[in-house]
């Protein structure tokens, strides 16, 4: 069992930055992979970006060249950094722990897949 705290949410202008993380309880945390996610009002959860055990890292078409995800096995979290926010950015943010890359990207809650509460994010114009 993992449990996944997501922090670092807030409010700010289109055009800031915010760092969220994801806090994880599980020491064994470098086996897992790691997603992130958002969903917004009305909307469907959608992927936005997920590194690999390994580090390697695929991003949402949307999120490109604006996030960067990465992790800290030795402090068993991993972070999302947010730049040139936009007023569509605004959703709650989720992260997802897994140990099957395949599916990753998915929002679906497939066996041993672990998910964070969400933290909010709030981009004004």
């Known amino acids: 069992q993992v449990q996944l705290v997501e922090s670092g949410g807030g409010l700010v202008q289109a055009g800031g930055s915010l760092r969220l993380s994801c806090a994880a309880s599980q020491r064994y945390f470098s086996s897992y992979d790691m997603g992130w996610f958002r969903q917004a009002p009305g909307k469907e959860r959608e992927f936005v970006a997920a590194?690999?055990?390994?580090?390697?890292?695929f991003y949402a078409d949307s999120v490109k060249g604006r996030f960067t995800i990465s992790r800290d096995n030795a402090k068993n979290t991993g972070y999302l950094q947010m730049n040139s926010l936009r007023p569509e950015d605004t959703a709650v943010y989720y992260c997802?722990?897994?140990?099957?890359?395949?599916?990753?990207?998915?929002?679906?809650?497939?066996?041993?897949?672990?998910w964070g509460h969400g933290t909010q994010v709030t981009v004004s114009s």
């Open positions: 590194i690999h055990r390994g580090g390697s890292t």
């Open positions: 997802k722990a897994s140990q099957r890359w395949a599916t990753i990207a998915s929002s679906q809650n497939y066996e041993y897949d672990y």
